[in-house]
């Protein structure tokens, strides 16, 4: 029939029998008139159609060789399922992006996913979904009420189990508190009974007779003696030694020290100037004095008065001084005190002889 550099036709062949089950031969108008036919279907099968997104038109399908892609959307994935078996349909479908953490798909249908709460410690939490709306329950064992003794505060039940309502929480508290008491060491408890202090109540520190009280930042309250006080009786130690009454103090024999002094110091040459100090000679009198102040032992050695000659000062008596009257020239001192002691009379007798002097 020919080769392959010279090449030949089959010409004048009869149209052969074409059927599913035809081995005859096909002429070349046999198969233009199949490929005709094909075309002819393919052109009204596939004829050119318009597409709208939204209501607004984008593109016609099926001119000018146009190819539709079918890509990825928000939220979406494209997928081509391929025709299998019999079914010789091919298929695009579009898939919703679900995470299975917030979204999930159940039954054909976008179904939102309930958070994993769970519970820890006393907490019981349980969800309940209905018509597209959850509901959490968070389940908490409540405690009795706590009792409150002496101010302390005792669980009833549950202990680190359960807890308390802020109703119960403030009532608790408000019962709560501390025990003020009073008592007496040495000295004397007048009244008053234990009771509990509770939150929001005032304690209030009340200085009693002779006393001050002071308060200060911090919570500091001091207690002490007035600068001016009245006592009626003084104890020191374990025997009454200063009683205080309308008729004055009574020291119980025991001295009162430390007084301070209401005259100048006065000197002699004595074991009360161990430092040598001059000699007084003379004082005037002080003034301003405090005529209703306590006198001290000091006060009464530095009394006294002047002694002078001829208007010149020659010594301060003080007490327990001694004023020697001596005999003169030609005189003779003479005292005589009385028989009570309360005075001495001091003459002066000038001395004469009888024979030359008479008087």
């Known amino acids: 029939m020919g080769t392959s550099t010279d090449p030949r036709r089959v010409q004048h062949v009869a149209a052969g029998l074409i059927d599913a089950f035809s081995t005859d031969a096909i002429n070349g108008s046999q198969l233009y008139l199949v490929a005709d036919k094909l075309k002819t279907e393919i052109d009204t099968k596939a004829s050119p159609f318009t597409t709208y997104v939204n209501g607004t038109q984008v593109e016609t399908i099926g001119k000018d060789d146009t190819t539709v892609h079918f890509a990825n959307g928000l939220g979406t994935t494209a997928r081509f399922i391929p025709a299998t078996g019999t079914d010789k349909n091919a298929q695009i479908t579009f898939d919703v992006n679900v995470d299975d953490e917030t979204v999930k798909i159940v039954d054909g249908k976008l179904t939102a996913v309930a958070p994993n709460v769970v519970g820890t410690g006393l907490a019981n939490v349980t969800s309940e979904t209905k018509d597209g709306v959850t509901t959490y329950t968070v389940d908490v064992p409540k405690s009795e009420a706590p009792s409150v003794t002496g101010g302390k505060l005792n669980l009833t039940t549950g202990g680190d189990t359960m807890v308390l309502t802020a109703n119960d929480t403030i009532n608790a508290i408000n019962n709560s508190g501390f025990t003020l008491t009073t008592s007496a060491a040495e000295g004397k408890k007048i009244s008053g009974d234990d009771e509990t202090i509770n939150p929001g109540d005032t304690v209030d520190l009340v200085a009693g007779k002779n006393l001050t009280v002071k308060q200060e930042a911090n919570g500091k ?114 005292a005589t005190p009385n028989g009570d002691g309360t005075s001495t009379d001091v003459a002066y007798n000038v001395n004469f002889d009888p024979n030359t002097l008479t008087t």
């Open 221 to 334: 309250v001091t207690f002490a003696t007035g600068e001016t006080v009245h006592f009626t009786t003084i104890n020191v130690g374990e025997t009454p030694v200063i009683n205080i009454g309308v008729g004055g103090i009574n020291m119980g024999g025991k001295p009162i020290t430390n007084l301070p002094g209401n005259l100048t110091p006065t000197f002699n040459n004595d074991e009360y100037n161990p430092d040598g100090k001059t000699v007084t000679m003379g004082m005037n009198l002080p003034s301003n004095l405090n005529l209703t102040a306590a006198a001290t032992v000091g006060d009464i050695l530095n009394s006294g008065w002047n002694l002078q000659n001829n208007g010149n000062s020659v010594d301060f008596v003080k007490p327990y001084d001694t004023v020697n009257f001596v005999n003169g020239n030609v005189t003779t001192a003479v």
